[in-house]
Each structure stands twice: as C-alpha cells, then as structure tokens.
C-alpha cells in the first residue's frame, strides 16, 4: 500500500538539519492538501447522504469508527459536535480499537481484533436510523473494516475515509472517500500528512452536515451551547450582529430564551418565547427560514 512505501527522498532525513526536516514536513503536508479539492464532490456527496439520514429520525446518531490515529480523529469530530453545533451528546459515539484506554495509550494488536469491532457494533445496537464514518489510512485496518462490514448488515449508512485505493475499505463503504496521500517521510507514520488529510476530510464532512441539518446561520453558529464566559460572550455578540441590536438587548433576549440563541435571535426581533418556538419547530430549527415566516406573517 502506498502509505507504507518509502520515499526515496527522505533516504538521508535523519541527517539533514533541524531547518530542512522541519520544512520537509510541512511541505508534504501542503502538497497532500493541495490534493483536497480534487475530491469535493466525494465529500460533499457523503455529507448530503449523511444529513438525510439523521433527519430521518430524531434518535439516529452520528457514529465514528477507527484505530489509533484514524480512531483518535473520529473521536475528537465526535467530541466537537455537541459545543460547536448543539448537536445531542447521545446523537454521537465512537467505536475505537482497544476501548477507551487507547485514546491516550497504544493498546498492541486491538486494531487487528475484529470480533471486537462487531461486539462494539452490536453494543451499541447500530440500525437504520444511524450513519458510520470509519476512518483508516491503509484502508485495511481489521477493527475499522469489521465495523463498517457490521455497521452495513445493521442497515446503518455507512462512509469510509481512507488514503490508500483500491482497499478493502473503500470497497465496503456505501460513501467512500480516498484521499490518496502516498508515502509519508517516514514511511507508514500515517499521523503526519495522511492524519492530516483525515482531519480536514472530518472537518468538512461534519460542518457541511450540521450547515444541512440546520445548525447555521451563514458564518454563525447558532446552535451553540453557552456553556462558559466566552460562548456566552458569542453568543451575545451573534444575536447583536443579525439582530442590529445594542449588546444589552442581545443579552436580555438570550436570558429570555434560557440561553438558547436561535430563540434569542427571534426574540430579540420582537416575538413572544412561545412564538418564537413555534416558528422554529414550524421551520424544523431553520433561523433563516423563521425569520423569513416572522416577517411575512408581520
């Protein structure tokens, strides 16, 4: 697989100066990068499926599977969902080769355990309503493949993030992304560009998915929890800025909403709490749309 080849170019690394090994490393990374926008459509592609899928159904969850850094990766998307987007901490999971333990310690062999992977699977009892991101430089990992194998029987859509094709893991996804990333500068180290290439893929997938789920408001993150000083801070300053109103309105709406900003917004444009709750559920959680409905209703 073209992940573990070596370079050729990279024979001599060790003894190069800290300056150059330095430079080599970013530059394969920003090569890799440039790569990206080949493969939009795959990935946009991919986050269209996935937002149609958990619209389906107000349970189905967004579920990350992988091994070591590839693990590690979905497993931090994963983390992000709830204090960026509002997204439900029970709407996302992760299944991660050795357990939790192997968030911060290399458990030998787990990513090789595919009987784990299905056990995992079958814990969490995977269905119809949920989706699968599993994510494995090689494309080959056991763990990661079992589990999309398993998560597919489920009926669960599924989507792979890989760097190496043809693979087996590309083959098994319903939504299959490969960036294909080559060799690293130190041959098979997929922590570096290919890591790299996987956390950008993740970033994309997930934020066009809650942009389509509406959780957005152009640039803003309307579904944001308010939960310490500076998001609450944020929180006030996006209901400022849509609203065009003074700081001191903005902070009395959010307070009026329970600190809840897409109802704040609503009511900082002058609509009553249940109003405002009522053109959000009538707009299935859409801001643009509400306040669209609250001014031709005006």
């Not at 062999?109 to 699968?132: C, F, T, W």
């Not at 600190?259 to 609503?266: R, T």
Request: hydrophobic residues 40%; positive net charge.
């Amino acid at each position: 697989m073209n992940t573990e080849q070596i370079d050729k170019r990279y024979e001599d690394l060790d003894i190069r100066s800290n300056d150059e090994i330095i430079k080599i490393l970013i530059n394969d990374q920003i090569d890799k990068f440039n790569l990206l926008l080949n493969y939009k459509h795959d990935i946009s592609t991919a986050a269209a499926a996935l937002a149609n899928r958990l619209k389906k159904s107000s349970t189905g969850r967004l579920v990350y599977a992988g091994a070591g850094t590839s693990g590690r990766l979905g497993v931090l998307d994963s983390a992000e969902l709830f204090p960026t987007f509002g997204w439900k901490k029970e709407r996302s999971t992760f299944l991660l080769a050795g357990g939790i333990e192997s968030l911060t310690t290399s458990i030998e062999g787990a990513e090789d355990r595919e009987e784990e992977a299905v056990h995992q699977i079958k814990n969490i009892e995977i269905d119809e309503r949920d989706a699968l991101v599993a994510i494995s430089a090689s494309g080959s990992t056991p763990f990661t493949l079992a589990a999309c194998d398993a998560a597919r029987r489920s009926g669960a859509l599924t989507i792979s993030i890989v760097n190496n094709k043809p693979s087996p893991l590309f083959d098994a996804a319903e939504h299959p992304i490969a960036i294909e990333t080559g060799s690293e500068p130190i041959a098979g180290s997929t922590r570096l560009s290919a890591g790299t290439i996987q956390k950008i893929v993740l970033n994309s997938l997930s934020t066009l998915t809650m942009i389509r789920l509406n959780r957005t408001y152009g640039a803003y993150m309307v579904d944001v929890k308010p939960t310490n000083k500076k998001l609450k801070e944020r929180a006030v300053r996006m209901i400022s800025e849509i609203c065009l109103v003074d700081q001191n309105k903005a902070q009395q709406s959010l307070i009026d909403a329970k600190n809840n900003p897409k109802l704040a917004v609503l009511i900082a444009k002058g609509l009553s709490v249940d109003k405002a709750k009522y053109l959000l559920n009538l707009s299935n959680g859409n801001l643009r749309e509400a306040i669209g409905k609250k001014f031709s209703n005006s």
